[in-house]
């Protein structure tokens, strides 16, 4: 039987509050999803024996999800990812873009979607719970051209997945890039990184970067510790010498991913002690995988301590870094009169 339920996780100075909304299904699989940055605060899969445990990861003080220092589980808008020299030139008009990330714009910087308060409504049917949040995008957001008007969907379906539906239009061209950018350990609360997990990624080529992590050439993953097209043990490539390791302290990287624009099967990712994989279905153009190599180890999280460098890893669907300023990366620039339709899927399972 499916369930939402909803519950006050925080209140707001202005005298708002913070929802969660709680979805379960008839496994008892859950997520809970919070109406402040579409955050994915909580996920509870069965391991090989069928006891449940978070699979993400979260902060303890409830109140961090308001600058969200690490992203934790939030929406990221107007545009995911980097953009170098926090400026882009859009139909002969340039833009400029507030520099967080050194001299660059990462996740359209602060105030990002992922700190905004999102308007919330239900929908339960026989086989799935629906969260639909809203927002509102003015001309002008973050520096951005076009008002946007914003629809996700998150889904939990009694097959076990959990989709996350990206919709979208604007009145002027702007560059959209959307994603959610989950932390995921599928070892639960007491695996302590993500290095033992395996992963495997549809993809013959990934965007190399230079030292600010700004793309510099797509490249082949054969021959190096980037080719996951067969699955890999994370700590088996993760402590390769190779240039491209060391300008990211790990993995920090776009993969560029086989049949565009169809929604397939793209990643599959799997923890050996609790037998959890978690399976991608995409139709987006890349994976932005990054595995927890900044994390901050002084932010209490959900049960209290730290989590470790490399205590989880985020798998973006998104457009490649920087495309906007790329002609040669796939078009990230939504038009007046179109419309901004994506669809992620996680789909969890175990082995044996």
């Known amino acids: 039987m499916q369930r939402i339920q909803k519950s006050s996780f925080l209140s707001l100075a202005n005298g708002s509050d913070v929802s969660l909304y709680t979805l379960t299904n008839a496994d008892g699989m859950s997520v809970g999803i919070l109406d402040l940055g579409g955050v994915i605060f909580s996920l509870r899969t069965p391991d090989r024996f069928g006891n449940l445990d978070e699979v993400v990861l979260a902060y303890q003080d409830p109140t961090l999800y308001l600058t969200n220092p690490m992203y934790f589980g939030g929406l990221i808008g107007r545009v995911a990812n980097r953009i170098q020299g926090a400026s882009f030139t859009l139909d002969d008009k340039k833009h400029t873009l507030v520099k967080n990330d050194g001299s ?40 951005y051209p076009g008002e946007v008007h914003l629809k996700v969907t998150y889904t939990l379906d009694d097959a076990n997945r959990l989709a996350i539906t990206y919709h979208a239009s604007t009145t002027s061209a702007t560059p959209l890039n959307l994603t959610n950018h989950a932390y995921f350990n599928l070892g639960g609360a007491s695996c302590a990184n993500i290095l033992n997990h395996s992963i495997c990624i549809d993809a013959d080529y990934f965007t190399a970067v230079d030292e600010e992590l700004i793309p510099i050439a797509t490249v082949p993953v054969a021959g190096t510790p980037f080719d996951f097209r067969e699955p890999r043990v994370i700590a088996d490539s993760i402590f390769m010498e190779d240039i491209q390791l060391a300008c990211a302290g790990g993995f920090d990287h776009n993969w560029v ?43 209490p999280g959900r049960w209290g301590s730290p989590y470790n460098r490399f205590g989880g890893l985020c798998l973006e669907t998104q457009f490649p870094p920087d495309a906007v300023n790329r002609p040669d990366f796939p078009s990230p620039v939504l038009r007046a009169g179109q419309k901004y339709d994506h669809q992620t899927i996680f789909e969890f399972g175990v082995t044996a």
Not at 278 to 291: I, K, L, N
Request: hydrophobic letters at 35%; proline letters at 5%.
């Open 257 to 299: 991913l086989k049949d565009a624009g169809q929604l397939s099967k793209k990643l599959i990712l799997s923890e050996p002690n609790s037998g959890r994989v978690m399976s991608v279905w995409t139709d987006m153009p890349g994976v932005q995988f990054y595995s927890g190599n900044v994390i901050d180890e002084t932010i």
């Open 104 to 143: 660059n714009n990462l996740h359209s910087g602060p105030n990002g979607f992922e700190t905004r308060l999102w308007q919330a409504s239900t929908l339960l049917s026989s086989d799935s719970a629906n969260l639909t949040l809203t927002l509102l995008s003015p001309e002008g957001d973050q520096g």
